[in-house]
């Protein structure tokens, strides 16, 4: 059972609808009762899917989101849904719970919601600083334990730190 073709093309462009008005991205509400159109404010997170690199089994795809999206729509219990998809029951659950707006799951703007906090905003140590990456490259060559892998970075870094201040 599927949804309408609508409804998919809502979703996809992240409009969402409640009762009888559809609620775009850009803020723009459209009350098809009174046949008025306003503007509310808005937060939401833009991410591009396009260039989004495939995630891990260890994530919910937007595969798996569209797929508890219409297990939600066609009443379904979270146990059904998760069943379906191979995932834990409380996986899902924190989904739902998670990712409901007035309600209602919106399985592309949840995608676009996780992605957007799976995103590193720095890069590591490692690739930012030439010499330590040196470090760690000469401790693996000399076949050092990760502990004191651990050691030799700390101990470079805030040598590093005082020779950057000094």
């Known amino acids: 059972m599927g949804i309408n073709k609508r409804t ?3 979703r996809r462009r992240g409009i969402r609808k409640s ?5 775009y991205p850009d803020g723009r509400v459209v009350e098809y009762d009174h046949g008025s159109v306003y503007k509310q404010r808005m937060t939401s997170v833009i991410c591009d899917d396009s260039a989004r690199p495939a995630i891990s089994a260890r994530y919910l795809s937007i595969q798996d989101r569209v797929t508890i999206a219409d297990g939600l729509t066609v009443r379904d219990s979270l146990r059904t849904i998760a069943t ?15 990712h409901s707006i007035d309600g209602r799951y919106f399985p592309y703007q949840a ?18 600083n030439a010499v330590l990456r040196a470090e760690v490259e000469n401790g693996l060559a000399r076949k050092l334990s990760p502990e004191q892998m651990g050691l030799l970075k700390v101990w470079l870094t805030s040598r ?3 020779f950057q201040e000094g």
């Open 8 to 10: 998919g093309r809502d």
């Open 19 to 23: 009762g009888n008005s559809r609620v």
């Open 84 to 98: 379906r998809l191979g995932k834990n029951v409380s996986t899902i659950s924190r989904e739902v719970r998670g």
């Open 111 to 128: 995608d676009r919601v996780a992605a957007a906090a799976r995103a590193r905003p720095k890069q590591s140590k490692l690739v930012s």
């Open 160 to 162: 590093l730190d005082k």
